[in-house]
């Protein structure tokens, strides 16, 4: 006989078309209900709650009293909840985000009881190649899902082992047809029979075993009462099956038994049988590039200085660190980071990510002060503390304010050597702005506030300090207008029309129309971009740009500024009427000593149903593209090959070659490569006759949450047909990116990294809103706490352990080889372990004046505690 594993559970998207507050309020009542029929119905064995702790969160917020309630169910094995936080994407959220999530999940989870160890993600818009090394990091060695996979990843049965390059893997249950269709199963038996008639042609098809699993829930839905007479209709019905209530650990027991399952590798991003949306990377680009922003300053920034302060004494706020990781989390499911929500839920994702921001640069700020307050002087100079927050030295030319009442002043180091430095601007400020105490005993006397620029050598993984000295000395800058720029590797002119030619003295090749920019008409929804049939897109080859140049020593600086005329709507570009514009500045500032130009696009967009897209010409004729991916590298072809039978094929979906990526994306050859890496959009395809030009998505502008009949994605609307005005992204959206050359051989990831990681300053002046007592850490002027001996790697995070009193090293290889990972502390260092991604030691390194090395395979993420 076939078993047939009925498993209840809820999906619960805590946002949708629908707030939080308003699913907060089922919640209540849904998980009255459940506790109640696992309390009063030993027949009714198990529950599963979404595999996600924020419900149990967002319960208790409401119904504290219940916890013991909860945990005695937890721990009987009966309501099964965990492992993650929320139900992450896997796409648009880093590496570090989805270690979080289980991290915070499974640490949520243990203060009932225990969780599911299923990688449980049963609606997230396609599976990253790099799953199953991070589930096989938290000992999870099985997995959920429904959406991306077909037979041409190599089998077309639903049980499938899946792996990753370093050798991971999990036992994959699949859900051919989605996570609902046992959702509100009918006691009439014509209309039992007729429903699944249907679903079990499916099931029977894909299985491996004679098990099957019928999971019963859906959407917000409360639990099945009366699910006892429909499965007496159901044998009564089917007498060669049995049907009984389950969990879906007991379907994986069974599987584990066939010795003969395929194995599968990559990432899953079909849409033959179920929509994976892949353009929804792009929609509501305001709220993913804070996505972008955000985790950057998490992980580059704020994890490795608290980690610098507390290696020197301080404490390591994981309280405050984990709100901030929660907030954002919120905003990581996937419909709530697809942006496939209703306006008033798209306002609440946006508030939770300024209240993130705030969090972060206030707790950067304070860990900071906590240091260059604490430093061992005698000297009642102000001072002026860079931080270097990635392990190896680095040269490098930066902007920087220094508030002082000074008219003039030098930046002298502890070892009185005077730095060279330009001042750029100065604004004056009130007082009462720095400290209305200033104001309030009568001083009115203004500070002045200097935007100065400064090339220095500072010290791996730490800081160094200069004082600030009354001098009598004028300083000015030595930026001069020129008409065009000349740095060690690029010589630059701007076109008429805004668009750069670019001539790298490196490799000898020239670029030409770079950054010409492209608006296509956006017929389609949240979920997906939709062209017009046949239509003409317009490119800024014929605006008139105001362009200013302007370079020093350091380098230079390009602003450029034009109005692009649009359509204002899908109905006037039809008959391409250009009644609307997009304001458009462009500032590139190109330094002297490296071969990256940091672009900041500032947009005022004034039309509707468009997509706008930066071009960026390689003059590599490309067949794949490289970007990355969470921990690691992933290659893609520039055209999906399904492209041309996906009609006859019937897809649910277009597979236009449109893909995420993290913080980079590449075409090389023999002989260089071209690279745009990004702290804002994440979303790119491969264009051109010669597939030669990386088209960089600035933003898509649409006004429903789900159509039907789209151009790529016939048929139904995804969603719903909702209107959404706010998602026309209407006003004004800043964007930054960059653009690197290099040889062929290069490490991009580490390109990506250092420019995700910029120059830290904090100014001490004698003045502060907020006082501090004098804390009893002494610290050092200048610090570094570790280099590194190979420039292989790529540093994911530094940050302290969440249960023991160690720091925690965490790195991955994107080469092609295996890699050694070998660094050098400054500290003493008293032990060491590899660990896995629950921060759990595994095995000792040895340590040897205070060096350790261990290999790294390719994609592979390894962790160190020390």
């Known amino acids: 006989m076939k078993n047939v594993h009925i498993v209840p559970h809820m999906h619960w998207d805590r946002e949708w078309y629908f707030s939080t507050e308003e699913s907060r309020i089922f919640l209540v009542n849904n998980l009255e209900e459940i506790m109640e029929m696992l309390e009063n119905n030993p027949d009714y064995p198990y529950y599963v709650l979404d595999g996600q702790t924020s419900i149990l969160e967002d319960y208790f917020a409401v119904k504290p009293e219940n916890k013991e309630r909860v945990a005695k169910l937890v721990q009987e094995g009966r309501l099964i909840i965990g492992p993650w936080y929320t139900q992450t994407d896997e796409l648009v959220v880093g590496g570090e985000s989805i270690v979080r999530n289980l991290l915070y999940g499974i640490k949520d989870s243990e203060q009932f009881g225990d969780y599911m160890r299923i990688g449980y993600l049963p609606d997230s818009f396609g599976q990253s190649a790099q799953m199953p090394m991070i589930l096989n990091g938290f000992d999870i060695t099985y997995s959920i899902f429904w959406r991306g996979t077909s037979e041409r990843h190599g089998t077309d049965k639903t049980e499938f082992y899946w792996k990753t390059e370093d050798g991971s893997k999990v036992l994959v249950q699949l859900f051919p047809l989605g996570y609902a269709i046992g959702k509100y199963l009918p006691e009439d038996e014509e209309t039992l029979k007729t429903r699944m008639d249907k679903y079990f042609t499916v099931l029977d098809r894909g299985a491996t075993t004679e098990n099957i699993v019928l999971p019963n829930g859906h959407d917000q839905m409360p639990i099945q009462k009366n699910i006892f007479e429909v499965m007496e209709k159901l044998r009564s019905i089917y007498p ?31 849409g033959k049988y179920m929509r994976v949306h892949r353009s929804i990377f792009s929609t509501r680009m305001d709220i993913k590039a804070a996505n972008a922003r955000i985790e950057n300053k998490i992980t580059n920034i704020l994890e490795p200085l608290a980690s610098l302060a507390y290696s020197l004494g301080f404490e390591y706020h994981h309280g405050l660190i984990e709100l901030i990781w929660k907030e954002i989390m919120k905003n990581h499911a996937h419909d709530s980071i697809g942006c496939c929500c209703s306006d008033k839920v798209h306002r609440e994702i946006s508030n939770r990510f300024f209240l993130a921001e705030e969090k972060v640069d206030q707790l950067i700020k304070f860990y900071k002060r906590k240091i260059v307050d604490s430093m061992a002087t005698d000297k009642q100079h102000d001072r002026l503390t860079a931080f270097n ?97 000349e740095t060690d590797f690029y010589r630059i002119t701007v076109n008429p029309n805004g668009s750069l030619n670019i001539v790298d003295k490196t490799i000898n090749q020239t670029f030409e129309n770079v950054l010409r920019l492209e608006s296509g008409g956006d017929d389609g929804d949240e979920y997906d971009f939709s062209p017009l ?164 998505t600035l933003f898509r502008s649409i006004g429903f949450l789900g159509k039907e009949g789209m151009l790529r994605r016939p ?67 200048e610090y570094s706490l570790f280099h590194e001996m190979e420039p292989n790697l790529v540093l994911s995070t530094l940050k302290k352990a969440e249960k023991e009193d160690r720091l925690l090293l965490r790195f991955y290889n994107t080469r092609n080889s295996v890699e050694t990972s070998s660094w050098v502390f400054n500290p003493t260092i008293k032990q060491a372990h590899i660990a896995n991604l629950n921060e759990q030691a595994l095995e000792e390194i040895h340590v040897e004046n205070n060096q350790l090395q261990i290999p790294v395979k390719t994609n592979q993420v390894q962790s160190i505690l020390l």
Not at 240 to 259: A, G, P, Q
Not at 413 to 425: A, H, T, V, Y
Not at 756 to 775: G, M, Q
Request: hydrophobic letters at 35%; proline letters at 5%.
């Open 240 to 270: 060669d099956r049995e049907f009984f209530l389950s969990k879906f650990e007991n379907v994986f027991t069974e599987l584990e038994k066939n010795k003969d399952l395929p194995t599968l590798q990559g990432e899953f991003l079909d």
């Open 389 to 485: 927050l990635v392990p190896y030295e680095r040269t490098e030319v930066v902007t920087t304010s220094v508030m002082t009442k000074l008219k003039s002043f030098k930046l002298v180091d502890k070892d009185k050597n005077e730095l060279d430095f330009e001042i750029l601007s100065s604004e004056i400020t009130d007082p009462g702005l720095i400290d209305r105490q200033i104001v309030h005993y009568g001083n009115y006397e203004p500070f002045i506030n200097y935007t100065i620029q400064l090339k220095d050598t500072l010290p791996a993984m730490g800081y160094k300090t200069y004082f600030v000295i009354e001098s009598n000395e004028e300083i000015g800058n030595s930026f001069a207008a020129t008409e065009n720029v």
């Open 533 to 696: 049939a046949e239509e003409q897109l317009i490119y800024s080859d014929d605006v008139k740009a105001n362009v200013s140049m302007n370079q020093n020593r350091h380098g230079a600086v390009i602003k450029i500024d034009y109005c692009l005329k649009v359509p204002s709507d899908i109905e006037k570009r039809k008959i391409d009427t250009r009644d609307s514009t997009i304001d458009v500045r462009i500032v590139v500032t190109v330094p002297k000593h490296k071969p990256v130009m940091t672009v900041k696009i500032e947009l005022n967009n004034k039309a509707k149903d468009h997509r706008l897209r930066a071009l960026i010409p390689t003059g590599i004729a490309s067949a794949f593209s490289t970007s990355d991916n969470q921990f690691g590298v992933i290659k893609r072809a520039v055209v999906d090959s399904a492209i041309h039978v996906w009609e006859k094929e019937d897809w649910d979906e277009r597979p236009d070659p449109i893909y995420p990526m993290l913080s980079y994306v590449s075409l090389a050859d023999e002989g260089y490569g071209v690279s745009v890496l990004t702290n804002s959009t994440r979303e790119y395809e491969i264009i051109g006759e010669q597939f030669d030009v990386i088209a960089i």
């Open 715 to 781: 048929g139904r609307p995804s969603g719903i047909k909702l209107p959404t005005p706010d998602s026309q992204m209407l006003g004004e959206l800043t964007l930054d990116f960059a653009i690197a050359t290099h040889s062929s051989e290069q490490n991009v990831a580490r390109l990506a990294k250092d420019y995700l990681t910029p120059i830290e300053f904090y100014n001490k002046i004698p003045h502060d809103a907020i006082r501090l007592n004098k804390s009893n850490v002494t610290t050092p002027l």
